[in-house]
């Protein structure tokens, strides 16, 4: 690969990250200064695992509605296509650290849930696939590897 692409995560070698990790993926600054941290958390090995989607949209509403209650900094947290892991957006936060933070209390809030936020036909386009128990055994399963969420690659890179 040697031309550059438009797309952060497309010049990323995906044969050579061990999920499950947060990394910074990309700064932009606005015209006035804000400055959207986003974060890629990547929960299944690329290419060799993936969420399935009614698990995988259940923690997306989970994760949307519940990361809002520890900060006003959160933009979007959204799915990635490949069902690998979640985009997370920060406005004017640019403290890891707390973004792991935010990410733990958020999936801790996840496995006390009983209920998918926004989970029926009026608020949601697809209100059938979901999966509440999906959504606890991945943040189950990523909460297990917490000590990992800061290596991003498998070797010294």
Request: proline content about 4%; charged content about 25%.
């Amino acid at each position: 690969m040697s031309d550059k692409m438009n797309v952060e995560s497309f010049n990323l070698d995906h044969t050579k990250v061990k999920a499950p990790y947060v990394r910074l993926a990309d700064i932009k600054a606005g015209v006035n200064g804000d400055r959207i941290h986003k974060y890629d958390m990547r929960i299944c090995q690329p290419n060799r695992d993936h969420m399935e989607m009614p698990a995988l949209h259940s923690l997306e509403h989970l994760m949307a509605e519940l990361s809002r209650n520890h900060s006003d900094k959160v933009v979007d947290i959204s799915p990635m296509g490949c069902q690998t892991g979640f985009y997370v957006a920060m406005i004017n936060h640019d403290d890891y650290d707390d973004v792991l933070r935010l990410l733990q209390n958020t999936l801790e809030d996840v496995l006390a849930a009983d209920s998918v936020p926004a989970c029926n036909e009026m608020q949601c386009g697809w209100a059938a696939s979901h999966s509440l128990e999906g959504a606890k055994d991945i943040a189950r399963g990523f909460l297990a590897k917490r000590d990992e969420w800061t290596q991003v690659f498998a070797e010294p890179h």
